[in-house]
């Protein structure tokens, strides 16, 4: 079991910047591809972000590219969503993801999720 949690989340107004973290217990080959996802109220779970923890392959939800980096530090075993330019619209609940293999924005291909921390962007 990959034990993951995140953090960072809260309430900020429209156009700051957040960054999220993703601490990883335990690194696998079954986490070796981490994601980011997104949960806004009435609406289904959304792509934001994936890396490889070399850092050598990331892949990004093509609304979100330019306003969102994800990064990943190797000695802390913690990935990073760095949101700037932040909107009302990107109010949600966001999730780490860990899963094998490359990075992708399939959910189903990552095996542990965290518990998720809220965003609320305020117009």
């Given amino acids: 079991q990959v034990r993951l949690v995140e953090s960072g989340g809260g309430l900020v107004q429209a156009g700051d910047s ?34 490889k923890w070399s850092g050598s392959m990331t892949t990004y939800a093509d609304s ?25 619209e990107d109010t949600a609940v966001y999730y780490c993801a860990a899963g094998p293999g490359n990075p992708t924005a399939v959910p189903p291909r990552y095996i542990y999720w965290g518990q998720g921390t809220q965003v609320t962007v305020s117009s």
């Fill in 64 to 88: 979100l590219k330019g306003r969102f980096t994800i990064s990943a530090d190797n000695a802390k075993n913690t990935v990073y969503l760095q949101m700037n330019s932040l909107k009302p």
């Fill in 18 to 51: 957040l960054r999220l973290s993703c601490a990883v217990a335990e690194r696998t080959y079954r986490s070796n591809a981490m994601a980011w996802f997104r949960q806004a109220p009435g609406k289904e779970r959304e792509f934001v972000a994936a890396i």
